[in-house]
């Protein structure tokens, strides 16, 4: 025989599921929830962790600018001290020239001939002067010429002195200075 059930079994079977599915949505919510916190507190403690390997690079990053700025300024006095050195070596290194170029000016000047001005500038030498003649000048410039620590002679002006004498003259007289054994030999 067939058995009829006139209970109303699809609404309670509806509202199973419906409480089942409540329960899932429930369950879904908190887990959610749940998932949600755990990652705002994983991030917040990466954000917090990554702030303070910033901060800790910030503070290295000035110790070390405050050393480059420290360097920076030992290679300035470093190269200010090495410009002095050459500037005291090569005046050092002058000195002897500076006495043979005026030993040299006083061996090639032939009687009757006065320097009254000796100008140098880098290389060149002007001389002002005055003689007593014509052939004194050019006695002078065969000695320059002659000479190891001087060369080129190169006479810019003569004029009659009448204030010294007939025949004196006054003249300017150019000359380069030369090194003996420089580059500057190379002509002879």
């Known amino acids: 025989m067939a058995t009829i059930n006139l ?3 699809r609404e309670a079977l509806r509202a199973e599921r419906k409480k089942q599915f409540t329960t899932a949505l429930v369950l879904v919510a ?7 916190i755990v990652a705002d507190r994983v991030v917040s403690s990466q954000i917090n962790h990554q702030n303070s390997r910033n901060n800790y690079i910030s ?10 700025a420290e360097i920076r300024g030992l290679q300035r ?25 005026m030993d040299q000016l006083v061996r090639t000047v032939p009687d009757g001939v006065f320097y009254t001005s000796l100008v140098a500038k880098g290389g060149d030498i002007t001389i ?6 014509n052939n004194r000048v050019s006695s002078l410039m065969r000695r320059l010429d002659r000479s190891d620590w001087l060369r080129d002679p190169n ?6 002195a009448p204030d010294f004498g007939d025949q004196a003259t006054t003249f300017d007289l150019k000359v380069k200075l030369q090194l003996p054994g420089s580059e500057s030999e190379e002509g002879q």
């Not at 908190?30 to 949600?36: G, K, P």
């Not at 002002?128 to 003649?133: D, N």
């Open 77 to 101: 006095k470093r190269a200010q001290l090495i410009e002095r050195m050459r500037v005291i070596q090569e005046l050092q290194g002058n000195r002897p020239v500076i006495v043979r170029v």
């Open 128 to 133: 002002e002067g005055v003689a007593e003649s």
């Open 7 to 9: 209970l109303p079994w």
């Open 59 to 68: 503070s290295h990053i000035a110790e070390l600018d405050e050393k480059v």
């Open 30 to 36: 908190l887990v959610a929830v749940f998932a949600i």
């Open 155 to 160: 006479l810019d002006a003569v004029k009659a």
